[in-house]
């Protein structure tokens, strides 16, 4: 079991950057695959992006693509995203999650542990 806490998020205008960070507890941190997931109001949880425990691969949503970066420290059991040059469209509460497949990993489904988010709230 892991236990997972996010931190980093907060307001900032347009084109600013913010790293969002994930701490984990718990044993085996580097057998999960680990996921960002976010929701704005009204709307349904959507993914971010990945990172495979097999071989540290990471897949991103299209529309945060070449802006966030995802990365991730085992020695730390922690993973980091790098959010860059924000858009008020990225304001919403991100989730960190955990997972033990490689599969997938774009489906909330998927996850058997979740954070308890962090807001990030973008202005124009």
């Known amino acids: 079991q892991v236990q997972l806490v996010e931190s980093g998020g907060g307001l900032v205008q347009a084109g600013d950057s913010l790293r969002l960070s994930c701490a984990a507890s718990?044993?085996?941190?580097?057998?999960?695959?680990m996921g960002w997931f976010r929701q704005a109001p009204g709307q349904e949880r959507e993914f971010v992006a990945h990172i495979s425990w097999r071989d540290g691969r990471t897949y991103y949503a299209d529309s945060v693509k070449g802006r966030f970066t995802l990365s991730r420290d085992n020695a730390k059991n922690a993973v980091y995203l790098q959010m860059n040059s924000l858009k008020p469209d990225d304001t919403a509460v991100y989730y960190c999650a955990a997972s033990r497949t490689t599969f997938g990993l774009e489906l909330s489904d998927e996850y058997g542990y979740w954070g308890q988010g962090t807001q990030v709230t973008v202005s124009s």
């Open positions: 718990g044993r085996a941190f580097s057998s999960y695959s």
